[in-house]
């Protein structure tokens, strides 16, 4: 099953397993909201063929920051990173993505942590400049995903619907 409790009638294949329906955490992050990417972003992942299951615009409580990057807490750029996301200068937009592969597939639609890395066609490659300005965040594994869709979304908050014309995207 994909990663929320409710089950989804379109399910084909194993969440976690190359190809499997999952659901991924996106967010683009506030340098992204205040640049006017967001329907720059949203597109591209809804123009894939991805479904957009929840979105909202918050600013982020410090607990809710911290814990998201925890595996980030020893580093030297965790409290400004804290500091940024919580600062309320824009929002941030949580979103929470579902179809084929879209942990993965998220991540090569996002490009490289880097931006100097970030290959062109990939969001970051085509946008952004420097590490600590690179406007979106993807989910990097299974793992992370459930996580972090529990830790900044309420289950009510995620909807399960269909596609009415899905027979026209996946086969
Ligand atoms: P990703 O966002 O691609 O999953 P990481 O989990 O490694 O990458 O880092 C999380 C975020 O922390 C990055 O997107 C970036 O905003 C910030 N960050 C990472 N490395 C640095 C750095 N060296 N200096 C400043 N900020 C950084």
Sequence with gaps: PIQSAAPIATIKTAAGTPGGIERTFIAVKLDGVQRGLVSEIIGRFERKGYKLVAIKSVVPSRPIAEAHYG???????????????TSGRAPVIAMVWEGPDVIRQGRRIIGATNPMDAQPGSIRGDFTLTVGRNIIHGSDSFESATFEIGLWFDPEEVYNWRFTNEEWVVS
Aim: no cysteine; aromatic share 20%; hydrophobic share 45%.
């Design 71 to 85: 595996d980030l807490r020893a580093r030297p750029f965790f409290k400004g990173l804290v500091d940024y996301m």
